[in-house]
């Protein structure tokens, strides 16, 4: 005869291992941030020499996780990025980042002594949103390297906490031109554009004449971050443009949970 019971003693018991094992993966604990400051006065020698005036504040994961290096490193890699460094193809840290950057500036005011006015870069850093299997850092930069002015931006960095790499924007969505059409209605209504004129009749400048979503999408608790950063669809003096739209309401257009 067979023993039924023990059969189904087990049954249950790997039932409540694949159950638990899924309720782990779905409540991954929370990463840990701290703040990383960088300025060239830490790392080069400026008591005698000229240099850029330099401050850079990234968030790092201080978890002992496999994942934090590679999480790390994105957020490493855009910092890198906003101060030019590394579209080359390599991937410098943020220590050869600000060295490069420095001798830039020393090199252009060894050329012209009397004309140039010092470099200046400032990046901060802030967790915006996680959880699980999505961080959202919001990374605020000003970078002056000569000009009338310098150009401050908002990058929003999104993560899966899976594999440690950026969503790219489309990622995001289950349908991003859905997404972009439903957007596309908010904006008009808020900046006052009717439906039936051109979507740069009130003096934007988007690309084709045609609505698209900004390059910087982000997250926090409550909303969904829209934010066009100057030039993008308009000119310096008017300034980014900033769009919030409730989670719940737009969740339904997302391939990734929000929450």
Known sequence: ???????????FILLLLIF????????????????QNFTVDTLLDCKNVDCASLEINVLKIVDDNPIAPI????????????LNIGENGSE????????????SYQNISEEFPEEIVPYEATIDCELSF????????????????????????????NIDTKTGKQFSNKSLFKNYNEFEDYVEKIFRTQHEIPEKESINSTGFFFEDDTFSL?????????????YYNQYEINSYAEGPIELKLNKEE??????????
Do not use: R
Request: a neutral charge.
């Open 130 to 157: 996680q959880c699980p299997g999505l961080i959202s850092v919001v990374m605020d930069s000003y970078i002056f390297t000569g000009g009338a002015h310098g150009n401050g931006t908002v990058s929003y960095i």
């Open 214 to 226: 900004p390059s910087t999408i982000g997250f926090t608790d409550k909303e969904v971050v829209l």
């Open 71 to 82: 999480i790390n490193k994105e957020i490493e890699n855009v910092a890198c990025s906003i």
């Open 1 to 11: 005869m067979i023993n039924t019971k023990t059969n189904t003693k087990s049954k």
């Open 20 to 35: 638990w094992g899924l309720y782990s993966c779905d409540n991954t604990e929370s990463f840990t941030f701290e703040k």
């Open 250 to 259: 737009v969740a339904s257009f997302f391939a990734i949970k929000i929450f």
């Open 92 to 103: 410098p840290n943020l220590k050869e980042a600000i060295s490069q950057f420095n001798n």
